[in-house]
Protein backbone atom coordinates (compact mmCIF):
# COMPACT_ATOMS: atom_id res chain seq x y z
CA UNK A 1 0.00 0.00 0.00
CA UNK A 2 1.53 3.11 -1.08
CA UNK A 3 2.00 6.45 1.38
CA UNK A 4 -0.56 8.25 -0.67
CA UNK A 5 -3.97 5.45 -0.13
CA UNK A 6 -2.60 4.90 3.06
CA UNK A 7 -2.77 8.62 4.19
CA UNK A 8 -6.29 8.82 2.28
CA UNK A 9 -7.47 5.32 4.30
CA UNK A 10 -6.69 6.70 7.67
CA UNK A 11 -8.21 10.66 6.85
CA UNK A 12 -10.93 9.00 5.34
CA UNK A 13 -11.39 6.38 8.59
CA UNK A 14 -11.71 10.08 10.99
CA UNK A 15 -14.13 11.85 8.85
CA UNK A 16 -16.09 8.93 8.11
CA UNK A 17 -16.84 9.02 12.20
CA UNK A 18 -18.41 12.60 11.69
CA UNK A 19 -20.65 11.86 8.95
CA UNK A 20 -23.61 11.63 11.49
CA UNK A 21 -23.04 14.58 13.42
CA UNK A 22 -23.35 16.24 9.41
CA UNK A 23 -26.97 15.58 9.86
CA UNK A 24 -27.33 17.17 13.46
CA UNK A 25 -29.48 20.99 12.96
CA UNK A 26 -27.78 23.71 14.73
CA UNK A 27 -29.77 25.44 16.96
CA UNK A 28 -31.45 28.83 16.02
CA UNK A 29 -29.67 30.80 18.78
CA UNK A 30 -26.30 28.87 18.06
CA UNK A 31 -24.99 26.49 20.38
CA UNK A 32 -23.42 28.98 22.69
CA UNK A 33 -26.76 30.19 23.96
CA UNK A 34 -28.69 27.58 23.15
CA UNK A 35 -25.86 26.08 26.03
CA UNK A 36 -25.89 28.63 28.45
CA UNK A 37 -29.93 28.93 28.56
CA UNK A 38 -30.27 25.15 29.14
CA UNK A 39 -27.37 25.23 31.58
CA UNK A 40 -29.28 28.29 33.25
CA UNK A 41 -26.64 30.71 33.05
CA UNK A 42 -26.98 34.28 33.07
CA UNK A 43 -24.46 36.04 30.04
CA UNK A 44 -23.21 37.95 33.54
CA UNK A 45 -22.15 34.51 34.80
CA UNK A 46 -20.68 33.05 31.46
CA UNK A 47 -18.84 36.47 30.93
CA UNK A 48 -17.24 36.08 34.55
CA UNK A 49 -16.29 32.67 33.60
CA UNK A 50 -14.61 34.04 30.26
CA UNK A 51 -13.39 37.06 31.81
CA UNK A 52 -15.31 39.35 29.75
CA UNK A 53 -17.81 41.69 30.20
CA UNK A 54 -21.85 40.93 29.64
CA UNK A 55 -21.31 42.77 26.20
CA UNK A 56 -18.87 40.84 25.52
CA UNK A 57 -20.68 37.47 25.83
CA UNK A 58 -23.18 39.07 23.46
CA UNK A 59 -20.73 39.84 20.63
CA UNK A 60 -19.74 35.88 20.92
CA UNK A 61 -23.44 34.69 20.62
CA UNK A 62 -23.49 37.27 17.72
CA UNK A 63 -19.92 35.85 15.92
CA UNK A 64 -21.33 32.70 16.48
CA UNK A 65 -24.88 32.90 15.10
CA UNK A 66 -23.14 34.93 11.58
CA UNK A 67 -20.45 32.52 11.56
CA UNK A 68 -17.55 34.76 12.10
CA UNK A 69 -16.25 33.40 15.36
CA UNK A 70 -12.93 32.00 15.67
CA UNK A 71 -11.93 28.05 16.19
CA UNK A 72 -10.01 29.93 19.43
CA UNK A 73 -12.85 31.32 21.14
CA UNK A 74 -14.87 27.95 20.48
CA UNK A 75 -12.59 26.14 22.46
CA UNK A 76 -11.85 28.94 25.60
CA UNK A 77 -15.69 28.61 25.70
CA UNK A 78 -15.77 25.06 25.77
CA UNK A 79 -12.93 25.10 28.16
CA UNK A 80 -15.27 27.09 30.58
CA UNK A 81 -18.50 25.20 29.97
CA UNK A 82 -16.16 21.65 30.98
CA UNK A 83 -16.81 21.19 27.08
CA UNK A 84 -14.56 20.08 24.43
CA UNK A 85 -14.58 21.40 21.19
CA UNK A 86 -15.24 19.14 18.33
CA UNK A 87 -13.97 19.80 14.60
CA UNK A 88 -14.22 18.36 11.82
CA UNK A 89 -15.35 18.28 8.13
CA UNK A 90 -18.28 15.50 6.23
CA UNK A 91 -17.47 15.15 2.82
CA UNK A 92 -20.58 15.43 0.84
CA UNK A 93 -20.49 12.56 -1.42
CA UNK A 94 -20.08 10.33 2.06
CA UNK A 95 -16.41 9.55 1.88
CA UNK A 96 -12.83 10.82 -0.06
CA UNK A 97 -13.46 7.94 -1.74
CA UNK A 98 -16.10 8.34 -3.39
CA UNK A 99 -15.44 12.28 -3.94
CA UNK A 100 -12.27 10.97 -5.76
CA UNK A 101 -14.07 8.83 -7.97
CA UNK A 102 -16.83 11.39 -8.53
CA UNK A 103 -14.18 13.55 -9.60
CA UNK A 104 -12.09 11.16 -11.73
CA UNK A 105 -14.97 10.09 -13.53
CA UNK A 106 -15.91 13.91 -14.00
CA UNK A 107 -12.00 14.55 -15.84
CA UNK A 108 -12.41 11.25 -17.43
CA UNK A 109 -15.64 11.81 -19.28
CA UNK A 110 -14.03 14.89 -20.61
CA UNK A 111 -10.79 13.45 -21.44
CA UNK A 112 -12.22 10.80 -23.56
CA UNK A 113 -15.19 12.51 -25.02
CA UNK A 114 -12.82 15.48 -26.31
CA UNK A 115 -11.15 12.43 -27.85
CA UNK A 116 -13.78 10.60 -29.17
CA UNK A 117 -14.98 14.01 -30.70
CA UNK A 118 -11.68 14.30 -32.89
CA UNK A 119 -11.59 11.11 -33.79
CA UNK A 120 -15.63 11.67 -35.01
CA UNK A 121 -14.45 14.50 -37.23
CA UNK A 122 -11.61 12.30 -38.72
CA UNK A 123 -14.36 9.71 -39.52
CA UNK A 124 -13.13 7.53 -36.97
CA UNK A 125 -16.24 7.26 -34.38
CA UNK A 126 -16.06 4.82 -31.55
CA UNK A 127 -19.38 2.84 -30.34
CA UNK A 128 -20.93 3.87 -27.14
CA UNK A 129 -19.53 0.68 -25.28
CA UNK A 130 -16.38 1.69 -26.83
CA UNK A 131 -16.34 5.41 -25.05
CA UNK A 132 -18.13 4.13 -21.55
CA UNK A 133 -14.70 1.22 -21.48
CA UNK A 134 -12.61 3.99 -22.15
CA UNK A 135 -14.53 6.24 -18.92
CA UNK A 136 -14.28 3.33 -16.93
CA UNK A 137 -10.48 2.80 -17.93
CA UNK A 138 -9.66 6.55 -17.80
CA UNK A 139 -11.41 6.85 -14.39
CA UNK A 140 -9.33 3.89 -12.56
CA UNK A 141 -5.89 5.35 -13.95
CA UNK A 142 -7.02 8.93 -12.83
CA UNK A 143 -8.13 7.35 -9.14
CA UNK A 144 -4.69 5.80 -8.75
CA UNK A 145 -2.67 8.82 -9.74
CA UNK A 146 -4.82 11.45 -7.75
CA UNK A 147 -3.24 14.25 -10.32
CA UNK A 148 -3.58 17.45 -8.96
CA UNK A 149 -5.56 18.47 -11.90
CA UNK A 150 -8.28 16.55 -10.74
CA UNK A 151 -9.40 19.80 -8.32
CA UNK A 152 -9.15 22.64 -10.85
Do not use: C, H
Amino acid sequence: MGKKSLMLQQLNGKLLSFATLGRIAIPASGWIKAIRNTLGMSMQQLANKLSISKQGVLDIEKREADGSITIKSLRELGRVLDMELVYGFVPKDGSLDAMIEKKANELATKIVLRTSNTMKLEDQENSKERIEKAIRERTEEIKNEVPKILWD
